[in-house]
């Protein structure tokens, strides 16, 4: 028995027709890669750049050994990477300075928070005795 040409033709295409998973997977697929193409399309276009806007804040966070030991966190809120962050943190009494520390920091990326820590000689009063703000940083 001979199959003919036909019959081939027919068996070969039951065999490439593609089943309904297949189809669904295609799709969903097609549909994220489309999505996100958009999506960067769209930020891309968007974009505007930003100097960086770093705000600092200072906590006390004592230790046995270290009891005048303060956590310094540095915010990057603005849309570039901030280089070499200087942070001037100072110990007033009496509306005077006694202490300052300088807190330097490599890296400070857009959107993000790096940490430090400073210890003073002294033992403040009160919180608010203790202050810090940025001297300087550069753009890499």
């Not at 489309?34 to 930003?50: D, F, H, R």
């Not at 030991?69 to 943190?89: C, D, I, L, M, P």
């Not at 300052?100 to 919180?127: A, H, T, Y």
Request: aromatic letters at 10%.
């Amino acid at each position: 028995m001979q199959i003919s040409n036909d019959d081939k033709n027919n068996q070969q295409g039951i065999k490439d027709r593609k089943n309904l998973l297949e189809w669904i997977v295609f799709w969903v697929s097609l549909l994220l890669v489309i999505t996100i193409l958009g999506y960067l399309g769209y930020q891309a276009y968007s974009y505007k750049p930003s100097s960086p806007e770093i705000q600092v804040e200072v906590k006390p966070d004592p230790t046995a050994q270290q009891p005048f030991r303060y956590h310094v966190q540095v915010y990057n809120k603005g849309g570039e990477t901030a280089e070499s962050v200087q942070v001037e943190v100072e110990l007033k009494e009496n509306g005077k300075t006694v202490e300052k520390i300088e807190l330097q920091l490599m890296f400070v990326p857009q959107e993000s928070r790096r940490e430090g820590w400073v210890n003073f000689n002294r033992k403040p009063n009160n919180r608010e005795d203790v202050s810090a703000h940025v001297v300087s940083y550069q753009k890499p």
